[in-house]
């Protein structure tokens, strides 16, 4: 099991040493942006290091929703990250499930997910394998609830799609953390990432707001609890730049391993 953090895209590597990290996630474009991601200077380091790599897609991506103008976009700019993930040697890409507008039928944004595969699938896939998170908020989303997450699995698990696991996430979204592993397990068949965050907000209170471990609303053995189930790699997405996430690094580092 490899731990690390989501760091500042401009050094990664260096970022890594300074937090005692196996593994690091960033940006390769603005996150709130949708500029295509340009070719980095590090890619060849990156690829040799002995660092995980993951990426996250943008915030803008939602190939979920029956808009035109955001899903047609999000589809092309999700196989731009894919493609520039794979530059750095990514082991995946983490995006957020998405959401349907108040009163579209959610059926057709679980069904947007699965042309967006196998559209993708018509052209050899995806060149790096696609993440798809839960998400905190939203009384519309697609992979908030784990019965929605259900429906989204029966529709788009046959072309291989990872999933992401936030705990943050999970607990704003109103999931238990306690059996959380054999649900996901039960729904999905694999978890390849572990977002290990606390939750500056109460349980589903569809508030996304990360906080350092031990420092937020859930019980950080449960957050330890959950990463030692899934035996999958870990990244802390918390405040408090390199101290802090190495702090957290070092809590879960310590307690997995008993």
Same mark, same amino acid.
């Given at each position: 099991m490899r731990i690390g953090a989501h760091v500042d895209p401009t050094d990664p590597l260096d970022a890594a040493v300074g937090r005692e990290a196996e593994t690091v996630q960033f940006f390769l474009s603005d996150p709130q942006g949708w500029k295509s991601p340009e070719p980095r200077a590090d890619a060849e380091q990156l690829r040799a290091a002995d660092i995980d790599v993951f990426i996250h897609a943008p915030y803008v991506i939602n190939v979920a929703t029956l808009n035109n103008r955001i899903r047609i976009p999000s589809r092309k700019l999700l196989v731009a990250h894919a493609t520039a993930a794979a530059t750095v040697g990514a082991k995946g890409l983490i995006v957020h499930g998405g959401h349907v $507008? !108040?009163?579209? &039928?959610? +059926?057709?944004?679980?069904? $947007?997910?699965?042309?967006?595969? +196998?559209? +993708? +699938?018509? !052209?050899?896939?995806f060149a790096t394998p696609v993440l798809i998170e839960n998400t905190a908020g939203g009384g519309n989303a697609v992979a908030r609830r784990f019965d929605v997450l259900a429906r989204l699995w029966d529709a788009v698990g046959e072309?291989?799609?990872?999933?992401?696991l936030d705990t943050c996430h999970a607990h704003a979204g109103g999931e238990d953390l306690l059996d959380i592993v054999d649900r996901v397990r039960a729904i999905t068949g694999r978890i390849d990432l572990i977002h290990a965050n606390d939750s500056k907000d109460g349980f589903d209170s569809? =508030? &996304? =707001?990360?906080? $350092?471990l031990g420092h937020g609303k859930i019980d950080p053995e449960l957050v330890v609890a959950v990463v030692r189930a899934a035996g999958a790699p870990v990244v802390v997405e918390t405040p408090g730049g390199t101290e802090g996430q190495a702090a957290d690094i070092a809590f879960l580092r310590d307690r997995v391993g008993r």
């Open positions: $507008n !108040s009163g579209d &039928d959610i +059926a057709v944004g679980i069904d $947007n997910w699965r042309k967006t595969f +196998a559209y +993708a +699938a018509e !052209s050899g896939g072309y291989g799609v990872g999933f992401c569809g =508030r &996304d =707001r990360h906080d $350092n």
